[in-house]
């Protein structure tokens, strides 16, 4: 039945996309593609790989970067209506700001498809596609038990451990680091595991807009109010849930004297470049690989079925509730990523040249 309805849903949202135009063909149908910031790496890849693929299959694409600031994004999207756009694909800065501006987007009978962050308290979200987030959380915890060797420790040899994770306004960290926390509690719980800080809880280890710089002070003062260094306090491993904070991590714990022979473990997400190359140095053990070329063919797959009335491809009708209901998603696959595997990962698969990560 729930499918049934779903397929009669598809069709209706893709009679409003064609509404007064019968006879409109995909290449005659613009895409509005709204994208948080060209500040981070792997925005500007899910941007241009979303373009370059909705192009391929026949689209007009309108792509607009938003610099961080909510305003600008809102002001971005309600251009992208007047221009006709008869589908919005949206990457949030704030998953919480655009109530009012996608209310005009659903009046419209405009479709929205959240895009790896999803929008909260929305009724006019449509779909979600993202990635296997609280999986992600969960191949970093077990990363750091496996290399930490937690299972054959005790509270007389506890391993040390700070922890970071992304802005508290991306809805994706409570999957992030609710995925790695509940890899890593019962450890802490047993005393295996130890935060010297005694930061454990999401809103003190945020770090807002995934911020570089945000993360490398944090680290900084930890390393200060904590005694931790080479020559110091012991510092086994840091947490961190994506590449933009772990660099800013690394580069507190160089500054503080750390080299690759005694450097902390530090996990990250999306082998940027500047991490991979800290994975080779060692300065760095490993990110979670998640190929936005996968997920921008994933939405032009979903872009091309509400174009034709069927059902977009959906694998998740339980996880993503954003307040208003829960948002029909497609999860993608995130993968492991360490030195063992880099070039297979990203280099043969098309995805770096070996120049870039060299």
Known sequence: MKKIVSVVLAALVAASVFAGGSKETSGAVKVGVSMPTKDLQRWNQDGANMKAALEKAGYKVDLQYANNDIATQVSQIENQLTAKCKILVIASIDGSALKSVLATAKSQKVPVIAYDRLI??????????TFDNYKVGTIQGKFLVEKLGLDKRNSSNPATIELFTGSPDDNNINFFFGGAMDILKPYIASGALVVPSGQTAKNQCATLNWSTEEAQKRMENLITSNGYGPNGKKLDAVYSSNDSCANGITNALKAAGYTKDNFPIVTGQDCDITSVKNMVKGEQAMSVFKDTRTLAAK????????AKGAEPPINDRTTYDNGTGVIPSFLCEPVFATTDNLKELLVDSGYYKASDIQ
Do not use: C, I, R, T
Request: charged residues 15%; aromatic residues 12%.
């Open 299 to 306: 939405v032009v797959e979903m872009v091309d079925a509400l």
């Open 120 to 129: 909260m308290n929305s009724d006019a979200v449509s779909y979600y596609a």
